[in-house]
C-alpha cells in the first residue's frame, strides 16, 4: 500500500444518502478474486446505460469533477459485506470517502484496502456539497498524522476519528501481514524468551 499522510485535492460530490455496496460495485462483478478493473466498474449502474456508453447526468462521467476524494451522503457502504466495494473506490482511484456516517464493515474493508474513510458532521458535510457546487475546483486537505479535514474554501476544520492500528498502518504503507512483519525482530524475541 501506499503510505498516507496528508492529502490536499478537489473532490467529487455524491450527495446521496444510503448508498449500498450493491451499489458502489453490482453483485455481477464479483466473480473476480483479485482486485485488478474494479475502479471501471465503480457505480456501473448509475454510470453506465445498458448498452455501455456513460450516463452524461452522473457524477464520474461529467469532466467537471475530479479528484482523489469522494464526498458522499449519510450512510454509505451499507448492505453485504463484500470488500470489492473498497476495491472498485481504490480502483478509480479515490484515496478517501468522507461522509456522516459509515456502515461499520465498510469502514473497515476501506481501511484494509489504503482508502480513508473520513466521518465529518452532518454541517461540515453540507458546507462541502455547498462549496463544490458554487466552485468545482475547491479543494479538502485531508491530514492523518493530526487527524484533521479542512474545507478550503470556507477555511473550515474538523477532527476525525481513526482507529491506531490502521493509522498507523496507512502512515506507513502497510498491510496486516506487512505490518506483523515490520515487527518480526520483537516476536521474534518474544518467542525465544518463552522457552
Known amino acids: 500500500m501506499e503510505k498516507f499522510i496528508k492529502l490536499t485535492s478537489t473532490v467529487v ?30 457505480f456501473a449502474d448509475w454510470r453506465y446505460n445498458k448498452d455501455g456508453s456513460p450516463k452524461t447526468d452522473f457524477v464520474l462521467n461529467n469532466p467537471k469533477y475530479s479528484g482523489s ?7 454509505f457502504g451499507s448492505g453485504s459485506s463484500r470488500e470489492h466495494a473498497a476495491w472498485a473506490i481504490d480502483g478509480y482511484g479515490f484515496k478517501v470517502v468522507v461522509s456522516s456516517f459509515f456502515a461499520d464493515i465498510f469502514q473497515n474493508n476501506a481501511l484494509n484496502n489504503g482508502v480513508l474513510p473520513v466521518v465529518v458532521s452532518a454541517d461540515f458535510l453540507a458546507g462541502i456539497f455547498l462549496n463544490v457546487n458554487e466552485n468545482s475546483k475547491m479543494t479538502l486537505t485531508v491530514d492523518l498524522e493530526n487527524q484533521t479535514i479542512t474545507n478550503n474554501a470556507n477555511g473550515k476544520t474538523e477532527s476525525f476519528a481513526i482507529n491506531a492500528y490502521k493509522k498507523e498502518c496507512l502512515l506507513n504503507g502497510l498491510d496486516d501481514i506487512d505490518y506483523l512483519l515490520s515487527k518480526k525482530d520483537l516476536i521474534e524475541a518474544y518467542e525465544t524468551s518463552l522457552k
Open 13 to 42: 460530490p455524491l450527495p446521496i444518502e444510503n448508498v449500498d455496496t450493491d451499489q458502489i460495485i453490482p453483485a455481477r462483478f464479483l466473480k473476480a478474486t483479485d482486485k485488478n478493473g474494479f475502479g471501471d466498474n465503480l
Open 69 to 75: 476524494i469522494l464526498v458522499a451522503g449519510k450512510n
